[in-house]
């Protein structure tokens, strides 16, 4: 059980094999709809007035940026060399880095707005979100300093995987969240 023993990554998971072909089958039709998820934020973000257009612009560029990023990342499973470390490395990095990002920035500019969008139906949604991403960020700076706190690179090996897991678990549950704003916001706006 990953979750709990860090027996593998989520990379090693897939990396051959028939998890590898399912991993790919998956994921890269997963790009398309979290590209079309970020454009969607974006223009929802305006029809709110819950930002500037620059700044549903950023959000939404982060978002996409770690989207291509995840074909980087995908493509690259399954073979070797100094090319496939270099779109694993950067592809795993900027996908999981644009994301959080993107999902941060969202939930710092749906905070403000929180009980006039619409008549406060989306406090929940937005309280939900903003504990995911809390959580992620928690993981992220717990995994930056694992290696001052421990010694043992077998221990913090497996832990590393525990926390890849753990923290790729609420970035995905938190795009069924902003699916959960978008039908509350939705719901709200008709007669």
Known sequence: MPYL??????????RSGPGLLLFKTLMLPTVILLLACWEYVRQWLLSLGACSSKRAWIIAGLGMTGAIFLVFYVTALGTEGDWYRWQRRYGVTFYFGGTAL??????????????????????????????????????????????????????????????????????????IVIAWLFSRATIQSRP
């Open 5 to 14: 023993d860090g027996c593998v990554s989520i990379s090693r998971a897939a």
């Open 102 to 175: 993107a999902q941060l920035l969202l939930v710092w500019v749906l905070w403000p707005a929180r009980r006039q969008l619409a008549n406060g139906r989306l406090l929940q949604p937005i309280v939900t979100l903003i504990v995911l991403i809390s959580l992620q960020w928690a993981l992220g700076v717990f995994s930056a300093i694992k290696r001052l706190i421990f010694e043992d690179p077998v221990f913090i090996d497996r832990l590393e995987n525990v926390i890849e897991w753990w923290y790729a678990l609420p970035m995905a549950t938190g795009f």
